[in-house]
């Protein structure tokens, strides 16, 4: 147990030391806000596919979840954590991104099965930014999708992006619980990145840092 807390403690040090890290490149090489928040999300997120290694209680990984919501919540209206805040459209995707983390990690823990955590975990930190990035940043030939004459606002390129990386991962995620390339790695890699993709497409305000990881756990689940 004394491990487990020291462990928790070397990782709330070193995520803190990432934060302000961040904070320093936005401020002093003026980057957009919708970067630097990204790259947070990247880092930190891909950061916690080790848990299922450190942590054997999930107490702590609720403890750790706990201190960064408060901290993000407590940043909101202050001049810290700008490199994370400083975007302009509303999104609660920073608060949920704790508390998504926290439910994987706990569904996984009380199933005994890493994967549930390590391969939603992976999506989200790799895959969303990486939409994100391409369909904010690409605007030639780059279209809003239209659902029934409703535009949503995600864009082809991003969707599409996603859905590749997604699936990619997933193979690769996929392999090392297999340790072989037959149909059903191939198959159940590309319902996950189909479902990980609609759901991305259709989340909004942020919501996809809960609904991405719930759904390509559920999909799971249901598969193995």
């Known amino acids: 147990m004394d491990n487990q807390v020291g462990i928790a403690i070397l990782f709330l040090i070193a995520l803190s030391l990432l934060l302000t890290f961040n904070e320093m490149v936005y401020r002093r090489l003026g980057l957009k806000g919708e970067i630097t928040r990204k790259f947070a999300h990247f880092t930190a997120t891909l950061s916690t596919v080790t848990f299922p290694y450190l942590f054997?209680?999930?107490?702590?990984?609720?403890?750790?979840?706990?201190?960064?919501?408060?901290?993000?919540?407590?940043?909101?209206?202050?001049?810290?954590?700008?490199?994370?805040?400083?975007?302009?459209?509303?999104?609660?995707?920073?608060?949920?991104?704790?508390?998504?983390?926290?439910?994987?990690?706990?569904?996984?823990?009380?199933?005994?099965?890493?994967?549930?955590?390590?391969?939603?975990?992976?999506?989200?930190?790799?895959?969303?930014?990486?939409?994100?990035?391409?369909?904010?940043n690409l605007q030639q030939y780059n279209h809003k999708i239209r659902i029934f004459k409703r535009k949503l606002q995600?864009?082809?390129?991003?969707?599409?992006?996603?859905?590749?990386?997604?699936?990619?991962?997933?193979?690769?995620?996929?392999?090392?619980?297999?340790?072989?390339?037959?149909?059903?790695?191939?198959?159940l890699a590309l319902l996950v990145a189909v479902v990980g993709a609609i759901v991305e497409m259709i989340s909004w305000k942020g919501l996809d840092n809960l609904t991405i990881p719930m759904s390509v756990m559920i999909v799971l689940i249901i598969a193995l």
């Open 56 to 136: 054997e209680d999930h107490w702590y990984v609720l403890a750790l979840a706990a201190i960064f919501f408060i901290l993000l919540l407590v940043s909101r209206n202050s001049t810290y954590l700008k490199s994370i805040h400083d975007i302009d459209r509303i999104s609660a995707g920073s608060y949920l991104l704790p508390l998504s983390i926290y439910l994987t990690f706990l569904i996984s823990n009380l199933l005994d099965d890493r994967l549930l955590f390590i391969l939603p975990m992976m999506v989200l930190a790799i895959c969303d930014p990486v939409a994100g990035v391409l369909g904010l």
């Open 154 to 187: 995600k864009t082809w390129l991003g969707s599409i992006s996603f859905l590749i990386s997604c699936f990619i991962i997933s193979i690769i995620a996929l392999y090392f619980r297999f340790m072989s390339f037959e149909p059903k790695v191939f198959w």
